[in-house]
Structure formats: C-alpha cells, structure tokens
C-alpha cells in the first residue's frame, strides 16, 4: 500500500485527536518502522489496519466510522494531488465510472506494484449508480467516505447505501441516487 494512505491517516489523527493520541496509536499499533512512513514507499496493509484499530480503541470510535472519515479526508487529497484526473469531468457518477478504466490504468502506469481495489459501475439512469467495490482489504467503509465525499466535490446532492456487503467488506455493492 502506497506510503501517502499512511502519511494521510496519521495526519488525520494529528489535526483531529492531537501529538499525544497520535504517539499512543503508533506505539499501540507496534508498526516495524515505528510509525516513519514516506508518501512514495510501500508499506504491509497489515500496518494501517493496526493503526485504525488503535485509533479506534484510544478515541473510543467504531472503526467503520473512522474509515468512512478517513475515504472523505484522502478523497480531497487525490483531488489536490492528482488534479489530472478530474479535468474535463463534470459529474459524479462520470467520474466514479471512470475508476477502473482510466484512472486506475494511469495509477497502474506509475505504480505497477500497486494492488489496487476494483470498481465495477453499472449507470441505471441519470439519477442511480450503482457501484461493486472489490478489494481482499475490506476498506468498504473507507470506499464509502470516498465515494460520499466525491459527490460533494461534484456538488452532487445524493444518498450513498450500501445495499449489500460480503466478506466483511470484501465486496460491496453501493446503490447512489441524486
């Protein structure tokens, strides 16, 4: 997993919770590297997973809400980070349709290494998507803040269910009517 998933997260800790919750989480978490991460490294999924779950136990929080948080926080990030991506997109549901097949290619491009999620979309009509989240990290909830916080970018007034969840979120399908 790329280095700015745990710089961000850890970040977001910092400005939400402070320095002294932020120490406690990575010293709970006992991370190899002691909680040192580049934004251009590659870094064990199993690292952020221990730190969500510290998080959560210090603040006293379910991690699928920190999760959901954390999909709106990186959401602004990629937006700051990789405008590219949203030129000439003018809607949501365009541009969560074009996950898989064009911005997942160009990560692809930059990061071969990258085990990316997959995101199958299915456009019922102008006011529904819907869209199957796939991942063996069963990040659902994270894909869910994301995916929330991309219909605000868009200005796109919409409810984001989940109509249903497999494998603990290995799968999920999410149902978006504006």
Not at 64 to 77: C, E, M, Q, S, W
Request: charged residues 30%; hydrophobic residues 40%.
């Amino acid at each position: 997993m790329k280095g700015i998933v745990f710089t961000e997260l850890l970040e977001m800790v910092e400005d939400a919770y402070g320095d002294e919750v932020l120490d406690r989480v990575i010293t709970m978490s006992e991370l190899p590297n002691n909680g040192s991460y580049s934004a251009v490294g590659t870094y064990d999924h199993a690292e952020l997973v221990r730190l969500v779950l510290s998080l959560s136990k210090e603040v006293n929080e379910e991690v699928p809400t920190l999760l959901k948080a954390y999909g709106h926080r990186i959401f602004k990030v990629f937006e700051r980070n990789y405008a590219q991506f949203f030129e000439g997109v003018d809607d949501a549901f365009s541009f969560l349709e074009s996950i898989e097949n064009h911005i997942h290619v160009e990560v692809r491009k930059l990061y071969p290494e990258a085990e990316l999620p997959t995101f199958d979309s299915q456009r019922i009509d102008d006011h529904e998507l819907r869209l199957t989240y796939v991942s063996s990290r069963k990040m659902g909830d994270f894909a869910h803040g994301l995916i929330e916080e991309c219909m605000t970018h868009f200005g796109d007034k919409a409810t984001v269910k989940i109509a249903s969840m497999e494998d603990e979120g290995a799968k999920v399908n999410f149902v978006i009517t504006r």
